[in-house]
């Protein structure tokens, strides 16, 4: 686990960069997955699982974001599979195909007296 992590260090005193993180929680995810192969009734540590697994989602988007390079490398490298956030669509472009809503029919609606 420590060998894969100095694989992934920046500097000598490198522990946050997101690729040091990245590869730490990779191990350990893994580690935990054949835990629960045997165990599969261990439901504190799936629990645990879950959770390591979106943190590193949330570094990876991160990454993804700010070093698109980085990202790739460490994506290849650690055999990774995940999926870089799109960007999210305006109203008018995700309901700009779908016709306007019928006008109002004026019959309806009450009149301020």
Do not use: C
């Not at 040091?20 to 929680?25: I, L």
């Not at 799936?46 to 979106?54: E, F, H, I, S, T």
């Not at 790739?72 to 870089?84: C, N, Q």
């Not at 960007?87 to 006008?103: L, N, T």
Request: glycine fraction near 6%; proline fraction near 4%; aromatic fraction near 8%.
């Amino acid at each position: 686990m420590q060998a894969l992590r100095e694989m992934y260090r920046r500097s000598e005193n490198d522990t946050g960069s997101p690729e040091y993180q990245v590869a730490g929680m990779t191990e350990r995810i893994s580690y935990l997955t054949k835990h629960l192969k045997i165990h599969p009734k261990d439901f504190s540590t799936r629990r645990g699982l879950v959770a390591m697994v979106n943190k590193r989602r949330r570094l990876l988007n991160y990454l993804s974001k700010r070093e698109v390079e980085r990202y790739k490398s460490l994506i290849k490298s650690l055999g990774i599979r995940h999926k870089a956030p799109g960007a999210v669509p305006s109203k008018s472009e995700k309901y700009g195909r779908f016709p306007k809503q019928k006008a109002v029919k004026k019959h309806l609606v009450k009149r301020k007296k």
